[in-house]
Nanobody, 126 residues
Framework: QVQLVESGGGLVQAGGSLRLSCAAS????????MGWFRQAPGKEREFVAA????????GYANTVKGRFTISRDDAKNTMYLQMNSLKPEDTAVYYC???????????????????WGQGTQVTVSP
């Protein structure tokens, strides 16, 4: 079992930056594919970014490519999402997720993940 806890959300003005953290406990995530998703009010949860543990390949949604960066710190069992040039449409609850299956590619689908954090709110004001 893996427990995931997100932090780092908050209120920021458009054009600002935030860094989200996802701390894993219960087992190191050295053997898990990891990802970030988000859910805005009234909308479905959507893919943001992810990486493959085995190949370190990363992938991003087109809406965040070039602005967001996913990374991890093995020693701290923590994954990060650096968010720059934030826009009001980035406002959402952000979730981190872990998949027991390790693949050479990253996972984009919600159904591919087995563990989820509780989410952290990101609000971007105009």
């Amino acid at each position: 079992q893996v427990q995931l806890v997100e932090s780092g959300g908050g209120l920021v003005q458009a054009g600002g930056s935030l860094r989200l953290s996802c701390a894993a406990s219960g087992r190191t995530f050295r053997s898990y594919n990891m990802g970030w998703f988000r859910q805005a009010p009234g909308k479905e949860r959507e893919f943001v970014a992810a990486f493959s543990w085995s190949t370190r390949i990363t992938g991003y949604a087109n809406t965040v490519k070039g602005r967001f960066t996913i990374s991890r710190d093995d020693a701290k069992n923590t994954m990060y999402l650096q968010m720059n040039s934030l826009k009001p449409e980035d406002t959402a609850v952000y979730y981190c997720a872990a998949a027991r299956v390790v693949s050479s590619s990253y996972f984009r689908e919600i159904t591919e993940y087995d563990y989820w954090g509780q989410g952290t709110q990101v609000t971007v004001s105009p």
